[in-house]
């Protein structure tokens, strides 16, 4: 249920791929490497699979993207400690991946501090040319709107 959650989240479009197929090992390692980020994950999948019960669906699979993504907002009104460390986790695994960084046409090798060698650092850290994602508006507000125009 994870992997359908971060591609609601960050769907595959444009060239760039879910969430789910490049963020997913970062969040369940910082799950992994925190009881409490771990504690926080499950249940607020748990109240995810709850929403999707309430609307009489199997499971989130089952849902179509916009049934998918009022799951998500209910989960983010009631439970936002969880939703808002899900996206923050998801958002810095994918936009640390090396594949996600080329596609944004960005150099993907570690940023070294310029007073380590002789020229300027070129770290890449403005990301104004990353594409438009279904954003959080105004922090944890409202999923934004979808990419491609779906």
Known sequence: MLALVLDVLVPASDGFPGAATVAIDHVLAVAAA???VDTLLSDGLQAVEEAT???????????GVD?????????EQSHAEFFEAL??????????HPTVIARLGL???????AATVSRPSTCPISLASAPAVRSIAGGLGKLGPRRGGR
């Open 34 to 36: 925190s009881a409490d």
């Open 107 to 113: 150099d993907a090798s570690p940023c070294i501090p």
């Open 67 to 75: 049934d998918r993504e009022d799951v998500l907002r209910r989960v």
């Open 53 to 63: 019960r309430a609307l009489g669906a199997a499971g989130l699979a089952s849902l």
């Open 87 to 96: 996206v923050r986790h998801t958002y810095d695994g994918y936009y640390s």
